[in-house]
C-alpha cells in the first residue's frame, strides 16, 4: 500500500519568494511520483512526474521536484513565486509494474501576497 | 489539441432528479476515472473503466452509475441527487499498456450543484 503526505495544508509566500510545498511518501517499491495544480473551479493539471531516471524534475510554470528516495520525498520547488502560482496542489503517488491506481494527498492551498 | 473535455462545467439540479455528466477525450487512453472532489479535499476515485472493464470503488454509493459507450466517451448518472452530492466530479483518462500504469490527465471538471 502507497500513501503520501503533504506538511502543510496552507502556505503563505511573498511575491517573488522561494516556494516549498512538501511532500512525503510511502511505498513499498519506488513509486512513481507526480505533482498536480488545481487553480480554482478547474480541473487538475499536471505540473511534474518522476518515474525513473534523472532525480531532479523541471516542470511547467518554473517549478521543480527532486526525488529523494533516502528520504522519501518528493518536494516541490520554484525560485520567485508570482501571483499565478496562488493555486491548491495536490501530491500523488502511482506504484509501478502493474495497473495501480493513484493515491493523492490532501493537498497544499499556495497564497501569493503581493 | 488532443484534450480531456468535460460538459457541462456547471450543472444544477433539483433533489432527487437524475442527471448526467459527460466526458470525451481525444487522446485515445484505454482508461478513463470519474473523481469525485469536494471543497478542499483531494479526489476521491468513484470508479474506473479498463477498457470495457467496469471497476467501482467499494465505498461508491448505488446512485453513481457510469457508462462507457465506446474509447472516447463516458458519461456518469447520478440517480437521485442528494444535498451532499454537491461537488465538482472530475474526468481522467490514462493509458496502460502492458499493465503499467501512466499519467492521468484531468477534465476541467463539472461544478454540481443540487438545489
Known amino acids: 500500500a502507497q500513501s503520501v503526505t503533504q506538511l502543510g495544508s496552507h502556505v503563505s509566500v511573498s511575491e517573488g519568494a522561494l516556494v516549498l510545498l512538501r511532500c512525503n511518501y510511502s511505498?513499498?517499491?519506488?513509486?512513481?511520483l507526480f505533482w498536480y495544480v488545481q487553480y480554482p473551479n478547474q480541473g487538475l493539471q499536471l505540473l511534474l512526474k518522476y518515474t525513473t531516471g534523472a532525480t531532479l524534475v523541471k516542470g511547467i510554470n518554473g517549478f521543480e521536484a527532486e526525488f529523494k528516495k533516502s528520504e522519501t520525498s518528493f518536494h516541490l520547488t520554484k525560485p520567485s513565486a508570482h501571483m499565478s502560482d496562488a493555486a491548491e496542489y495536490f501530491c500523488?503517488?502511482?506504484?509501478?509494474?502493474?495497473?495501480?491506481?493513484?493515491?493523492f494527498g490532501t493537498g497544499t492551498k499556495l497564497q501569493v501576497i503581493p | 489539441d488532443a484534450m480531456v473535455i468535460q460538459n457541462p462545467r456547471y450543472q444544477v439540479t433539483q433533489f432527487g432528479k437524475p442527471v448526467t455528466l459527460s466526458c470525451s477525450q481525444t487522446?485515445?487512453?484505454?482508461?478513463m476515472y470519474w473523481y469525485q472532489q469536494k471543497s478542499s479535499q483531494a479526489p476521491k476515485l468513484l470508479f474506473h473503466?479498463?477498457?470495457?472493464?467496469?471497476?467501482n470503488e467499494a465505498d461508491t454509493p448505488d446512485n453513481f452509475q457510469s457508462r462507457r459507450p465506446n474509447t472516447s466517451f463516458c458519461f456518469l448518472d447520478i440517480r437521485s441527487p442528494g444535498l451532499g452530492d454537491a461537488a465538482m466530479y472530475l474526468c481522467a483518462t490514462s493509458r496502460v499498456l502492458s499493465g503499467s500504469t501512466d499519467t492521468q490527465y484531468f477534465g476541467p471538471g463539472t461544478r454540481l450543484t443540487v438545489l
Open positions: 487522446l485515445n487512453h484505454n482508461v
Open positions: 473503466y479498463y477498457d470495457k472493464d467496469f471497476n
Open positions: 500523488a503517488v502511482i506504484g509501478p509494474g502493474g495497473y495501480q491506481k493513484v493515491t
Open positions: 511505498s513499498s517499491v519506488p513509486p512513481y
